[in-house]
Every structure is written in C-alpha cells, then in structure tokens.
C-alpha cells in the first residue's frame, strides 16, 4: 500500500511535465468517431469473470487503433482515455521519459496503438512533428521505449483547386500546409486583390517541396516553386519569385492592404453580414473591403504617415501614407489604431498599422482604401504598380527555361 502510494506521487511529478504545448483545441471526425470507443481494461484483477466482461464488452466496442492528441493531453489523460491502469501507466511513462521529452508530443500528432491477445494495450507508437517514432512496446512484464528515427522523403508536392469561398479557406480544406497558403497569400497579395480581383470558381495551383513520412503525411515544407491563382502565374527563380514576363512580384503598393485571409471573395459579400462593397468611382474615390471588425490593416507600400485623425467626418479613424514616386494611400473607418503610428512614423510594406472598424459614416466593418496620386485619387486596381525589378539576357533565357517546368507539371 505505501508502496503505491509512492508510485502515485511519482506519477503526478510526471504528469505535470507531459502538459503539450497547444492552445488549439482540434477535434477531427475520425477523432469522434472513436471517442467513446475504447475498450473497458481490467489491468488489477486477472480474473476469469473480469475477462468474460472485456470480450463481451469488446465485441460491441471497436478498439481505437489509433488516436489524435489534443491539446491539455498528458501522457496521463492519453493512458487514462485507453482505460490503462496506473501501475502499468507509471510504468510506460518512465519508459516513455527515458527516450524522448514532454516537448516531443504535440496537438494533432497520431498515435498508433496495438493490442495482444487478451486486447490489452501491447505497443504504442507515437509520431512526432520531427518525424521521428517513439515506440513504446510491452516486454515480458514491463514496458520499454525507444526512439525511431524515420527519413523524410522530399517530394514535389503540388495542389490545385478552384475558390469556393475564401483563397485561404479553399486551400485549406484541400489539406495544403498553413505556411505554404500564407507564404502564397504573400507572393500573390502584390498583384492580388483579394477580395474583388478573384471570383468563385476562379483556378490555382501551388507547387512546393515537401518532407513526408513513411505514411505520406507532410511533417515539413520548403520553398513555393510555383502559385497561380487566375491569371496570376508567379514562379521561384534565384530564390526569389517572378511573374511570367520574368518581373519581380515585389511592387510598390500592395493590392490587399489588409490580412487577406481574412477576406472573402465580393460577390457573396455584397448581401451579406457585411456593408455592400463599393468598387472605385469618382465619387466614392476608394474601394472598399468588407472584412471583420478587428482585421488587421496593413501598409501598403514603404512611407511616412502624414496623416492620423480621430473621428473626421465620413471617414472616422484613418490614416495617410506617403510613399515615393507621387503616391499617397489612405485608410478609413479603422476602429483602432496600431501602437507607434504617429504622424511623421516611417511605415515599412505590410507593416500593421490600424484595424478595420465602422467608425464615420460606414454602414457596417470595412476598410476604405484610397489610392492618391499626385494629389488626385486614382483607382487602386488600375493603377499601374511597378514591380521592383525584372530579368533580362541570359537571365530571362534561363528564367524561361526554368518555367516550362511547371507548364508540363
Ligand atoms: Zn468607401
């Protein structure tokens, strides 16, 4: 007895490391398709009758062959949820200690579980984000751990599909990587209005290294060779990424000055939750993006703010920014500004700088985007935004070359 309790208190010291560190909480289908699934064990007491229960209970509950971690999972709470006495619990977690850290399991990581016989738990393998397996396996009596370390396979991946709500949203659910759909939104969001230069329906593709496991899983990504959305083609060249014509995307005003995953195409927009969305006129002078109160507002090229006021009129909180070459853009309606922007701040590209609001005359969240030049407004869309470089001679041949790559992908 006082022996277990000993072992109770060495368990707690444990558990207290193995918290994972992940604040998501993420439950996927095949999650709940097996939660309450798991079988009843009955680790203390061998005897003849308790197994009776087990068999009887195991033919009408499938055993979870394997599980996805959630976030607040300990080792504990894992071993716990697969019915596994503490005795025999303190014993994998020891084991499990000797080869790997708390900071090895993770959210989302799979576990694969296997049974014996008698359907008790006999070998555990956990996948970590690195790629490797810890593999805890019953022998004899106890269990022991060891780390498996598996090789990565890099492979071209590529993925396509047509926007059904959001570019960001879209991908998503096609299953591409988030740092590849944000690595994207970034190349394209120079030449990309995100929220009214893209319609339903409208065609991308994305083509980049990835490093999967033996089973396929993508655990790491490298460089976009290609993305496409419309007729918007960028490729990778010398580490940086070109259009078609071999000119840098890099320009000098964004065409989103906003979070553009956010952003949802217009057409559904327009008699939706948010204010219809006005597209440049002279009158108007701005075009407008519907997006959540709160969205981050970013800079749309390098400049010094000129302008910052509270309450004016029908543009409520806004911002004006100078950039070179004549330009000048404009923000309006923010609900609040971001901290250091003061008038005569130097702004950098993408640079926060305020949050989408319905301050002045707005009927609901939207950004008012301006574009000035010399002093008079211009239609952000149309205006012909300079890429920051482009390629040309034995470059551009071998540029060129490079591209037919992924013309025949
Ligand atoms: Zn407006």
Redesign the pocket.
């Known amino acids: 007895m006082l022996k277990y309790q000993k072992i109770g208190i060495a368990f707690v010291g444990f558990s207290a490391v193995l918290v994972i560190f992940n604040n998501s909480k993420k439950y996927t289908d095949h999650q709940r398709d097996i939660q309450g699934n798991v079988p009843v064990h009955f680790f203390d007491d061998h005897s003849d009758s308790n197994h009776q229960r087990f068999i009887e209970n195991s033919t009408l509950k499938p055993r979870p062959t394997s599980i996805e971690i959630e976030s607040g999972s300990t080792l504990k709470t894992i071993f716990k949820d697969l019915n596994i006495d503490e005795a025999q619990a303190l014993d994998m977690t020891i084991a499990f200690c000797k080869v790997a850290s708390a900071k090895s399991l993770k959210a989302g990581q799979t576990i694969e579980i296997h049974y014996d016989d008698q359907q008790f738990v006999s070998k555990m393998v956990f996948h970590t984000k690195s790629g490797n397996h810890i593999i805890l396996e019953k022998k004899g009596e106890s269990f022991i751990a060891q780390r498996q370390v598996v090789q990565l396979q890099k492979v071209l991946k590529k993925f396509k599909g047509s926007i059904d709500s959001s570019f960001y949203q879209t991908a998503q659910r096609l299953g591409v990587p988030l740092k590849i759909i944000k690595e994207s939104v970034q190349i394209l969001s120079y030449s990309v209005n995100f929220q009214h230069g893209i319609q339903y329906g409208d065609h991308f593709e994305i083509v980049f290294d990835a490093f999967e496991n033996d089973q396929g899983h993508i655990l790491k990504t490298g460089d976009i060779h290609y993305v496409s959305l419309g007729q918007h083609k960028f490729y990778r060249f010398n580490e940086q990424y070109y259009n078609g014509h071999g000119e840098s995307v890099v320009r000098t005003l964004l065409q989103t000055p906003l979070e553009a995953s956010c952003l949802k195409v217009t057409s559904k927009f327009s008699s939706g939750r948010f204010h219809p969305i006005?597209k440049y006129t002279r009158a108007?002078k701005?075009v407008?993006f519907g997006a959540r109160t709160g969205t981050p507002i970013k800079a749309a090229g390098n400049g010094i703010i000129v302008k910052k006021a509270y309450h004016v009129g029908g543009y409520g909180n806004f911002i004006q920014i100078k950039h070179g070459s004549g330009y000048q853009t404009l923000y309006?309606h923010m609900s609040k500004f971001a901290q250091n922007i003061h008038v005569g701040s130097k702004v950098k590209q993408g640079q926060l700088i305020g949050y989408v609001g319905s301050t002045g005359l707005a009927t609901g969240p939207?950004l008012?985007y301006e574009v000035i030049l010399n002093n008079c407004h211009v239609d952000p869309q149309k205006v012909k935004m300079f890429p920051t470089g482009h390629l040309s001679g034995r470059q551009k041949k071998m540029f060129d070359h490079h591209k037919r790559r992924f013309e025949t992908l």
């Open positions: 006005k108007h701005g407008d309006a939207h008012h």
